[in-house]
């Protein structure tokens, strides 16, 4: 959360922009309510006047990560509306910068399913899903791209980038990002 925002956004924005700042931080179960209010310039009773709970504010948050994930591919799509390669390269680029971040924790999806053990959970649904539309953008394109078994590549690119996440928090391997990229273009450039 940038601070000069603070002031300009409305209480409710403000209070999303705090717990999503807090738990890509920190973690979901270690910020209190108190630190959400906190930082957002707010008081415990406005947030909760937004959001009954703080599973609601975690659904919000999430829904809104779901979404600006969507929103890149999206971009993409109309940046490089005949050009599956570029689109496919820029959602890696994508992930990439992510994972060159200062401070990377992870993926936050990886990390909210870690952090929430409870198979019902309304915010694993909603990564499933998340997860799934991903993987069919990341399928569509291999189609589109004319790779021999689409789903198969599909499958190892998003293995390769979920594993990627993993290894840059874990700090397992250097230079997580661009051995990637040269993974990914390895794979699709002579898929063979």
């Given at each position: ?146 790779l021999s078994d689409p ?42």
């Open positions: 959360m940038r601070p000069e925002r603070t002031p300009q956004l409305p209480p409710r924005e403000r209070i999303v922009d705090a717990a999503q700042a807090l738990f890509l931080e920190q973690g979901i179960t270690r910020v209190s309510v108190d630190a959400i209010a906190a930082l957002a310039a707010s008081t415990k009773m406005t947030l909760y006047r937004h959001f009954e709970n703080k599973d609601a504010l975690v659904l919000e948050w999430l829904e809104r990560l779901t979404e600006s994930y969507s929103e890149v591919l999206d971009r993409l799509s109309a940046e490089h509306p005949d050009a599956p390669r570029e689109q496919l390269l820029g959602f890696l680029s994508f992930i990439v910068e992510d994972l060159s971040r200062s401070g990377y924790r992870g993926c936050p999806f990886t990390n909210t399913l870690a952090e929430l053990p409870d198979a019902d959970h309304p915010a694993r649904a909603l990564i499933h899903a998340h997860k799934q539309r991903q993987f069919q953008r990341l399928a569509t394109l291999c189609a589109q791209l004319d789903q198969q590549m599909a499958e190892e690119l998003t293995l390769l980038m979920e594993g990627a996440q993993v290894v840059a928090q874990n700090k397992g391997i250097e230079h997580v990002g661009e051995r990637l990229t040269r993974m990914v273009l390895r794979r699709i450039d002579s898929p063979g």
